[in-house]
């Protein structure tokens, strides 16, 4: 009867320490799941909070392009407005040369 009791001994002590090693591994890897689906949603945040602070450094520059530079429209307008003042310019020295020109043939 020793001999099998010595069996079961071992066969309980067998299936304890199955069942013990068994549990550890489970803890185990809820433990690594828990950690890897946190360091998921972490990074996500990360991400998001990152796109976040781009999209706001992209409507501060856009905006600062806006004040900085002319519309096609404006730049035409100030284009006509220098021609039209250059022309005067002309017009006036052309009068001035003629106006010299008389004078120094009487």
Do not use: P
């Amino acid at each position: 009867m020793e001999i099998q009791n010595g069996g079961i001994l071992k066969g309980l002590l067998v299936k304890n320490l199955l069942g013990v090693m068994l549990s550890v591994a489970a803890a185990m890897a809820a433990y690594y799941s828990t950690v890897s689906s946190l360091r998921v949603s972490m990074s996500a945040k990360a991400d998001t909070a990152e796109v976040v602070a781009i999209e706001k450094r992209m409507n501060a520059v856009e905006s600062a392009v806006e004040r900085s530079f002319l519309s096609r429209e404006d730049f035409f307008r100030f284009r006509e407005e220098v021609n039209y003042r250059l022309l005067k310019i002309e017009f006036k020295l052309e009068n001035l040369l003629e106006g010299e020109n008389n004078g120094s043939k009487r």
